[in-house]
């Protein structure tokens, strides 16, 4: 008797069971089928083309392999650093409740906002070495002849750098910020109740909070720099003779000079440092994701 | 205000400039050469001494032969903007209510494979993107670029709503399930007006990811009538006598739209999404 209700109640879930797997398998079909055609074959392809040990052989032998190493990690390393000290710094001007201070975040996202390209092409111009607005002036006001920005190696890399930091310090200091007001205001209360100073509040009780939103920051910052190709490629092109290239535009240097399994190779070279990175956010961030 | 508090402020005052200066320079300099005299682009004032709108003029009505296709290349922008979005929510509703509505054996995998995808840059994997399009024969055509910035971007989409969607309660779908919904009817009724919110946030970013990307574009597209306006924008760059101030106008004309996009859904944007994640 029992046995027998119990399978009237059992029957329709199991049946709306297979019912609700034939849609999920069909939901997923989409992603998979984009992600087995635009992902896996590309990489699993990119791998064949890069993995000969001929490629590898001509890309240690090119010397501007080892130029942009230089620069990636120069790049990187100064870029991320510098960008994630003044967000974390400006992360305390910007939860400061002025109206002015709104309106000045504001206009501060707009460097994120907005696409790339024009800003880049419009501070190439502007240090261009003849007819710039920045050699101009520096004559005009100084009388001295300026530099050749973009033509010389240190100044088009540095020029680069900041290029990427005005782009993206405003996304990592909103990202900051909100971490920053997460810090319950109670604590800085009775800090103050207990006479302590700035750098004991920032010390025992902003520091400890922000730690690893920061850390997790500056990761992903990492990759992500790693990656930007327009802040390089669209202000120096590489040039001048190449020794300006990282490692996300030395791929395009190799598929214009037809040694596109070179390139392949260079970004083969770089997976030892970005996997580890990417692993280890990962983790942090599917944590976030379960709970 | 009182002059103690003024110079006390003071501080504060001087770091709001700085950012103000920083945040604008580059942009006003594109303005600045964008106004000025098409021949004079040779720019020795901070302040122009004419001020003329004949670029845009030459940039809307195409009468210079680098913008002569000006129209064409807004409509190829746009056109892969908004297919991007809508394929990206397509592919990103059914991954995520498959993964976490159905519970879809293997979704948790699947998740993470999408992770590591959003997390590897998108430039080390343009070079093999841009071959394998050739050898699907999309090279060219407007579907490379939407193909490719689905690609880029459904990843991002998949986890920012598993996120969204591990808020909504179980007990709403279970609800329906007794009344005898279909998983359909529980995508359509329960499900999508929930997710409403997020849907928008990830097709703007889509829209906004597609209309902005230079390096997929510049590799995939090719002839000028078939290119977006980024690429367009970069072909200026192999002239040496390139007409700046045509250039900053069309630079002007391209960041508009997207800018405006941004700040209408800005809500969406930069609050939600990333900083939940880094936040913990």
């Given at each position: 008797m029992t046995a027998v209700t119990m399978d009237v109640a059992a029957a329709p879930p199991r049946k709306r069971m297979s019912e609700e797997k034939f849609w999920a398998i069909v939901l997923i079909a989409p992603y998979v089928v984009v992600f087995a055609l635009f992902v896996v074959y590309p990489v699993l392809y990119g791998f064949w083309l890069g993995s000969s040990a001929n490629s590898f052989k001509k890309l240690f032998q090119d010397p501007i392999f080892v130029t942009t190493l230089w620069n990636t990690a120069i790049?990187?390393?100064?870029?991320?650093?510098?960008?994630?000290?003044?967000?974390?710094?400006?992360?305390?001007?910007?939860?400061?409740?002025?109206?002015?201070?709104?309106?000045?975040?504001?206009?501060?996202?707009?460097?994120?906002?907005?696409?790339?390209?024009?800003?880049?092409?419009?501070?190439?111009?502007?240090f261009n070495p003849e007819w710039g607005l920045v050699n101009n002036l520096l004559f005009k006001w100084f009388q001295i002849e300026g530099p050749g920005w973009l033509t010389e190696r240190h100044y088009g890399l540095t020029l680069a750098i900041l290029m990427h930091i005005w782009k993206s310090l405003p996304f990592w200091t909103l990202?900051?910020?909100?971490?920053?007001?997460?810090?319950?205001?109670?604590?800085?209360?009775?800090?103050?109740?207990?006479?302590?100073?700035?750098?004991?509040?920032?010390?025992f009780i902003t520091w400890p909070a922000m730690r690893a939103p920061y850390m997790t920051s500056v990761l992903l910052s990492s990759i992500w720099t790693l990656g930007d190709f327009n802040s390089v490629y669209l202000l120096t092109g590489g040039g001048p003779n190449d020794s300006t290239q990282v490692l996300a535009t030395l791929g395009v240097r190799y598929l214009r000079i037809?040694?596109?399994?070179?390139?392949?190779?260079?970004?083969?070279?770089?997976?030892?440092?970005?996997?580890?990175?990417?692993?280890?956010?990962?983790?942090?961030?599917?944590?976030?994701?379960?709970q | 205000?009182?002059?103690?508090?003024?110079?006390?402020?003071?501080?504060?005052?001087?770091?709001?400039?700085?950012?103000?200066?920083?945040?604008?320079?580059?942009?006003?300099?594109?303005?600045?050469?964008?106004?000025?005299?098409?021949?004079?682009?040779?720019?020795?004032?901070?302040?122009?001494?004419?001020?003329?709108?004949?670029?845009?003029?030459?940039?809307?009505?195409?009468?210079?032969?680098?913008?002569?296709?000006?129209?064409t290349q807004i409509w190829n922008s746009t056109l892969i903007a908004v297919v991007t979005a809508l394929l990206t929510l397509v592919v990103g509703i059914g991954a995520n209510f498959s993964i976490s509505r159905l519970r879809i054996p293997g979704g948790r995998l699947i998740t993470n494979i999408a992770l590591l995808t959003y997390l590897i840059p998108a430039a080390f994997l343009a070079i093999p993107m841009y071959r394998t399009m050739g050898q699907y024969?999309?090279?060219?055509?407007?579907?490379?670029?939407?193909?490719?910035?689905?690609?880029?971007?459904?990843?991002?989409?998949?986890?920012?709503?598993?996120?969204?969607?591990?808020?909504?309660?179980?007990?709403?779908?279970e609800a329906a399930r007794i009344d005898g919904a279909t998983p359909l009817q529980i995508l359509r009724f329960v499900y999508l007006p929930l997710m409403a919110p997020t849907l928008v946030a990830i097709g703007i970013y889509a829209l906004l990811l597609a209309w902005n990307e230079y390096l997929y574009a510049f590799l995939m597209l090719s002839t000028e009538r078939q290119l977006t306006l980024a690429p367009a924008l970069g072909i200026f760059l192999a002239f040496d006598d390139a007409p700046w101030a045509l250039m900053m106008a069309a630079g002007a004309l391209y960041a508009l739209p997207p800018t405006i996009v941004y700040y209408m859904f800005r809500r969406y944007m930069v609050g939600g999404l990333t900083a939940g994640a880094v936040k913990g």
């Open positions: 790049f990187v390393l100064v870029a991320v650093n510098l960008k994630m000290l003044v967000a974390l710094g400006l992360s305390a001007f910007f939860i400061l409740e002025y109206r002015w201070v709104r309106w000045l975040s504001v206009i501060f996202i707009i460097a994120w906002a907005m696409p790339s390209i024009p800003t880049i092409l419009s501070v190439r111009w502007m990202i900051l910020v909100a971490a920053r007001l997460a810090i319950p205001r109670d604590l800085y209360e009775s800090a103050d109740v207990d006479g302590a100073t700035r750098w004991q509040r920032f010390r037809d040694q596109i399994d070179v390139g392949m190779a260079a970004v083969i070279c770089a997976l030892p440092a970005i996997l580890p990175m990417v692993f280890f956010l990962m983790k942090r961030l599917s944590r976030v994701d379960e | 205000m009182t002059a103690t508090r003024f110079l006390e402020r003071l501080p504060l005052y001087l770091v709001g400039l700085a950012v103000a200066l920083w945040t604008l320079l580059p942009i006003y300099h594109l303005l600045l050469i964008a106004v000025s005299p098409p021949d004079k682009a040779v720019a020795g004032d901070i302040i122009p001494q004419t001020v003329t709108l004949q670029n845009f003029i030459t940039i809307l009505g195409s009468k210079h032969n680098l913008v002569q296709n000006f129209w024969g999309f090279l060219d055509s407007p579907w490379s670029m939407i193909f490719a910035m689905v690609t880029l971007a459904s990843p991002y989409a998949i986890w920012v709503m598993n996120q969204a969607s591990a808020k909504l309660p179980v007990e709403l779908d």
